[in-house]
Protein backbone atom coordinates (compact mmCIF):
# COMPACT_ATOMS: atom_id res chain seq x y z
CA UNK A 1 0.00 0.00 0.00
CA UNK A 2 2.75 2.36 1.20
CA UNK A 3 4.94 1.90 -2.49
CA UNK A 4 1.72 1.99 -4.19
CA UNK A 5 1.47 5.62 -2.68
CA UNK A 6 4.76 6.62 -3.03
CA UNK A 7 3.88 5.40 -6.75
CA UNK A 8 1.29 7.62 -7.64
CA UNK A 9 3.09 10.70 -5.74
CA UNK A 10 5.49 10.39 -8.11
CA UNK A 11 3.02 10.21 -11.26
CA UNK A 12 1.57 13.21 -9.82
CA UNK A 13 4.90 15.14 -9.80
CA UNK A 14 5.44 13.90 -13.47
CA UNK A 15 2.70 15.93 -14.64
CA UNK A 16 3.07 18.77 -12.32
CA UNK A 17 6.45 19.73 -13.89
CA UNK A 18 5.35 18.81 -17.01
CA UNK A 19 2.26 21.26 -16.76
CA UNK A 20 4.67 24.32 -15.82
CA UNK A 21 7.29 23.49 -18.63
CA UNK A 22 5.49 21.87 -21.47
CA UNK A 23 6.10 25.12 -23.67
CA UNK A 24 10.10 24.62 -23.41
CA UNK A 25 10.14 20.71 -24.00
CA UNK A 26 13.99 19.53 -24.18
CA UNK A 27 15.26 17.35 -26.19
CA UNK A 28 16.44 13.78 -24.70
CA UNK A 29 19.10 11.80 -26.23
CA UNK A 30 19.16 8.29 -23.79
CA UNK A 31 22.28 6.18 -23.82
CA UNK A 32 22.18 2.57 -23.04
CA UNK A 33 25.00 0.47 -21.13
CA UNK A 34 27.22 -2.63 -22.36
CA UNK A 35 25.12 -5.34 -23.82
CA UNK A 36 21.66 -3.76 -24.30
CA UNK A 37 20.13 -1.26 -26.59
CA UNK A 38 17.91 1.52 -26.83
CA UNK A 39 15.09 -1.02 -25.90
CA UNK A 40 15.96 -0.66 -21.80
CA UNK A 41 14.52 2.94 -21.75
CA UNK A 42 10.66 1.98 -22.99
CA UNK A 43 9.98 3.02 -19.59
CA UNK A 44 12.05 6.40 -19.00
CA UNK A 45 11.32 7.62 -22.58
CA UNK A 46 7.36 6.97 -22.17
CA UNK A 47 7.36 9.21 -19.46
CA UNK A 48 9.33 11.42 -21.01
CA UNK A 49 7.43 11.60 -24.03
CA UNK A 50 3.86 11.80 -22.15
CA UNK A 51 5.71 15.46 -19.94
CA UNK A 52 6.16 16.91 -23.75
CA UNK A 53 9.72 16.34 -24.36
CA UNK A 54 11.27 15.19 -27.31
CA UNK A 55 13.38 11.88 -26.85
CA UNK A 56 15.76 10.16 -28.71
CA UNK A 57 16.87 6.23 -28.47
CA UNK A 58 19.29 4.57 -30.70
CA UNK A 59 21.43 1.44 -30.54
CA UNK A 60 25.44 1.70 -30.42
CA UNK A 61 26.93 -0.35 -32.69
CA UNK A 62 26.39 -4.65 -32.19
CA UNK A 63 24.01 -3.39 -29.98
CA UNK A 64 19.69 -3.61 -29.83
CA UNK A 65 18.60 -4.27 -33.23
CA UNK A 66 21.53 -2.44 -34.64
CA UNK A 67 22.85 -4.51 -37.70
CA UNK A 68 26.95 -4.83 -36.86
CA UNK A 69 28.32 -8.07 -35.46
CA UNK A 70 30.14 -7.96 -32.49
CA UNK A 71 33.12 -9.72 -34.34
CA UNK A 72 33.37 -6.81 -36.99
CA UNK A 73 34.29 -4.14 -34.36
CA UNK A 74 37.73 -3.48 -34.42
CA UNK A 75 38.03 -0.36 -32.21
CA UNK A 76 35.72 1.89 -29.47
CA UNK A 77 35.25 4.55 -32.47
CA UNK A 78 33.38 2.07 -34.50
CA UNK A 79 31.25 1.05 -31.30
CA UNK A 80 29.80 4.49 -30.51
CA UNK A 81 30.09 5.60 -34.21
CA UNK A 82 26.17 5.51 -34.12
CA UNK A 83 26.38 8.55 -31.03
CA UNK A 84 28.46 10.85 -33.21
CA UNK A 85 26.57 10.37 -36.16
CA UNK A 86 23.29 11.41 -34.09
CA UNK A 87 25.17 14.50 -32.70
CA UNK A 88 26.43 15.77 -36.31
CA UNK A 89 23.26 15.44 -37.74
CA UNK A 90 21.68 17.94 -35.30
CA UNK A 91 21.06 21.54 -36.62
CA UNK A 92 23.32 24.18 -35.24
CA UNK A 93 21.06 25.78 -32.88
CA UNK A 94 19.96 22.72 -31.25
CA UNK A 95 20.92 21.34 -28.02
CA UNK A 96 20.31 18.19 -25.87
CA UNK A 97 20.70 16.73 -22.80
CA UNK A 98 23.20 13.23 -23.24
CA UNK A 99 21.91 10.59 -20.54
CA UNK A 100 24.09 8.02 -20.31
CA UNK A 101 23.73 4.53 -18.03
CA UNK A 102 26.83 2.11 -17.59
CA UNK A 103 29.49 2.11 -19.92
CA UNK A 104 26.98 4.51 -21.94
CA UNK A 105 28.84 7.29 -19.80
CA UNK A 106 32.34 6.22 -22.00
CA UNK A 107 30.34 6.96 -25.89
CA UNK A 108 28.81 10.34 -23.78
CA UNK A 109 32.55 11.36 -22.28
CA UNK A 110 33.59 11.28 -26.08
CA UNK A 111 30.66 12.85 -27.51
CA UNK A 112 31.06 15.61 -24.94
CA UNK A 113 34.68 16.66 -26.19
CA UNK A 114 33.60 16.40 -30.10
CA UNK A 115 30.34 18.46 -29.73
CA UNK A 116 30.32 20.57 -26.56
CA UNK A 117 28.60 23.01 -27.92
CA UNK A 118 25.54 20.73 -29.10
CA UNK A 119 25.25 19.64 -25.24
CA UNK A 120 23.11 21.08 -22.66
CA UNK A 121 24.28 18.70 -19.83
CA UNK A 122 25.03 15.10 -19.27
CA UNK A 123 23.76 13.21 -16.99
CA UNK A 124 25.76 10.43 -15.68
CA UNK A 125 23.47 7.73 -14.43
CA UNK A 126 25.34 5.40 -12.46
CA UNK A 127 27.54 5.35 -15.60
CA UNK A 128 31.46 5.58 -16.34
CA UNK A 129 33.15 9.02 -16.48
CA UNK A 130 36.17 9.65 -18.60
CA UNK A 131 38.14 13.00 -17.81
CA UNK A 132 41.27 14.85 -18.20
CA UNK A 133 41.92 13.06 -14.70
CA UNK A 134 40.86 10.09 -15.55
CA UNK A 135 41.34 8.25 -18.69
CA UNK A 136 39.57 4.93 -19.63
CA UNK A 137 42.41 2.64 -18.79
CA UNK A 138 43.06 4.26 -15.45
CA UNK A 139 39.28 3.56 -14.73
CA UNK A 140 39.19 -0.12 -16.42
CA UNK A 141 42.36 -1.06 -14.01
CA UNK A 142 40.64 0.53 -11.11
CA UNK A 143 37.25 -1.45 -11.82
CA UNK A 144 39.35 -4.32 -12.05
CA UNK A 145 40.59 -4.55 -8.62
CA UNK A 146 37.23 -4.68 -7.15
CA UNK A 147 35.10 -6.94 -9.34
CA UNK A 148 34.01 -10.02 -8.01
CA UNK A 149 33.40 -13.29 -9.23
CA UNK A 150 32.15 -13.30 -13.39
CA UNK A 151 29.68 -16.25 -12.26
CA UNK A 152 28.03 -17.04 -16.00
CA UNK A 153 29.32 -14.67 -18.15
CA UNK A 154 30.29 -15.70 -21.92
CA UNK A 155 33.82 -15.03 -23.27
CA UNK A 156 34.54 -15.17 -27.33
CA UNK A 157 37.86 -15.99 -29.07
CA UNK A 158 37.13 -14.97 -32.44
CA UNK A 159 40.89 -14.18 -33.02
CA UNK A 160 41.37 -17.80 -32.22
CA UNK A 161 41.45 -20.32 -29.16
CA UNK A 162 44.75 -19.00 -28.20
CA UNK A 163 44.37 -15.28 -28.38
CA UNK A 164 42.81 -13.03 -25.65
CA UNK A 165 38.84 -12.86 -25.28
CA UNK A 166 37.31 -10.48 -28.19
CA UNK A 167 33.86 -10.14 -26.76
CA UNK A 168 31.94 -11.14 -23.22
CA UNK A 169 28.17 -11.65 -23.11
CA UNK A 170 27.05 -11.16 -19.02
CA UNK A 171 24.95 -14.76 -18.15
CA UNK A 172 21.42 -15.17 -16.44
CA UNK A 173 22.90 -16.01 -12.94
CA UNK A 174 24.91 -12.81 -13.23
CA UNK A 175 22.39 -10.55 -14.54
CA UNK A 176 19.95 -11.88 -11.60
CA UNK A 177 21.70 -11.17 -8.88
CA UNK A 178 24.68 -8.10 -9.88
CA UNK A 179 22.15 -6.13 -12.10
CA UNK A 180 18.00 -6.65 -11.94
CA UNK A 181 18.16 -7.81 -8.10
CA UNK A 182 15.61 -5.06 -7.46
CA UNK A 183 14.18 -4.47 -10.98
CA UNK A 184 10.69 -6.74 -11.55
CA UNK A 185 11.27 -9.98 -13.17
CA UNK A 186 8.93 -9.36 -16.15
CA UNK A 187 12.48 -6.74 -17.09
CA UNK A 188 14.73 -9.50 -16.14
CA UNK A 189 13.11 -12.09 -19.08
CA UNK A 190 12.95 -8.99 -21.52
CA UNK A 191 16.54 -8.25 -21.30
CA UNK A 192 17.14 -12.01 -21.51
CA UNK A 193 16.20 -12.21 -24.36
CA UNK A 194 17.54 -9.51 -25.93
CA UNK A 195 21.34 -8.85 -24.28
CA UNK A 196 24.02 -9.03 -26.90
CA UNK A 197 27.75 -9.76 -26.29
CA UNK A 198 29.74 -6.60 -26.01
CA UNK A 199 33.40 -6.03 -27.44
CA UNK A 200 36.36 -6.43 -25.53
CA UNK A 201 39.34 -3.86 -26.75
CA UNK A 202 42.49 -5.30 -26.53
CA UNK A 203 44.54 -2.31 -28.60
CA UNK A 204 45.51 -0.40 -25.35
CA UNK A 205 47.10 2.59 -27.22
CA UNK A 206 44.16 2.82 -29.45
CA UNK A 207 41.91 2.23 -26.66
CA UNK A 208 43.44 5.15 -24.86
CA UNK A 209 44.01 6.82 -28.16
CA UNK A 210 39.66 7.08 -28.85
CA UNK A 211 38.57 7.87 -25.68
CA UNK A 212 40.84 10.98 -24.96
CA UNK A 213 39.09 13.77 -23.64
CA UNK A 214 40.51 17.19 -22.61
CA UNK A 215 38.80 19.96 -19.86
CA UNK A 216 38.92 22.28 -22.32
CA UNK A 217 36.24 20.63 -24.60
CA UNK A 218 34.65 18.05 -22.44
CA UNK A 219 34.77 20.64 -19.50
CA UNK A 220 32.66 23.01 -21.12
CA UNK A 221 29.97 20.80 -20.60
CA UNK A 222 28.10 20.54 -16.92
CA UNK A 223 27.71 17.19 -15.47
CA UNK A 224 25.35 15.92 -13.39
CA UNK A 225 26.05 11.98 -11.43
CA UNK A 226 22.91 9.86 -10.51
CA UNK A 227 23.84 7.82 -7.52
CA UNK A 228 22.16 4.18 -7.44
CA UNK A 229 22.49 3.88 -3.98
CA UNK A 230 21.95 -0.06 -4.20
CA UNK A 231 24.08 -0.81 -7.58
CA UNK A 232 26.11 -4.09 -7.13
CA UNK A 233 28.02 -3.76 -10.32
CA UNK A 234 29.42 -0.31 -10.06
CA UNK A 235 29.50 0.05 -6.67
CA UNK A 236 28.41 3.09 -4.26
CA UNK A 237 31.91 3.34 -3.27
CA UNK A 238 32.96 3.22 -6.74
CA UNK A 239 30.82 6.03 -7.99
CA UNK A 240 32.02 7.77 -5.25
CA UNK A 241 35.41 7.85 -6.55
CA UNK A 242 35.25 8.65 -10.17
CA UNK A 243 33.38 11.49 -8.93
CA UNK A 244 35.78 12.80 -7.20
CA UNK A 245 38.26 11.95 -9.74
CA UNK A 246 36.83 13.40 -12.85
CA UNK A 247 34.68 16.60 -11.08
CA UNK A 248 33.27 18.95 -10.50
CA UNK A 249 29.77 17.86 -10.89
CA UNK A 250 26.44 20.68 -10.94
CA UNK A 251 24.54 18.06 -8.92
CA UNK A 252 24.63 14.79 -7.47
CA UNK A 253 21.53 12.99 -7.33
CA UNK A 254 20.97 9.76 -5.22
CA UNK A 255 18.59 6.92 -5.80
CA UNK A 256 17.67 4.98 -2.88
CA UNK A 257 16.46 1.29 -3.62
CA UNK A 258 17.63 0.97 -7.44
CA UNK A 259 20.01 -1.41 -8.67
CA UNK A 260 22.00 -1.13 -11.56
CA UNK A 261 19.79 -0.81 -13.96
CA UNK A 262 17.84 2.03 -12.50
CA UNK A 263 15.44 2.35 -15.60
CA UNK A 264 14.21 -0.19 -14.69
CA UNK A 265 13.85 -0.98 -10.68
CA UNK A 266 13.70 3.24 -10.24
CA UNK A 267 12.00 4.61 -13.72
CA UNK A 268 9.75 6.98 -12.21
CA UNK A 269 12.10 8.46 -10.02
CA UNK A 270 14.88 8.66 -12.72
CA UNK A 271 12.62 10.48 -14.74
CA UNK A 272 11.83 13.18 -12.46
CA UNK A 273 15.15 13.88 -11.80
CA UNK A 274 15.64 13.78 -15.67
CA UNK A 275 12.87 16.65 -16.29
CA UNK A 276 14.36 18.72 -12.87
CA UNK A 277 17.39 18.52 -14.96
CA UNK A 278 15.92 19.30 -18.22
CA UNK A 279 14.18 22.69 -16.95
CA UNK A 280 17.16 23.85 -14.63
CA UNK A 281 19.68 23.35 -17.76
Known amino acids: MFKMEKNLVHILFLYIISFFICVNGKHFVLIHGGSHGAWCWYKVATMLKSANHNVTTFDLAAS ?64 YVISENLTYLDLLQELGKSAGSRMDTQFFFFDGPNKPATARLIGPKFMASKMYQLSPPQDLTLALTLVRPVPIYNDVQLLVKETEVSNGRNGKVPKVFIISERDKLITKDIQMWMIGKTGPFAEIKVIKDSDHMVMFSQPRILTTHLIKIGHKY
Open 64 to 127: GINPKQVQEIGSISEYYEPLLKLLESLSQEEKVILVGHSLGGVSMSVAMERFPEKISVAVFVTA
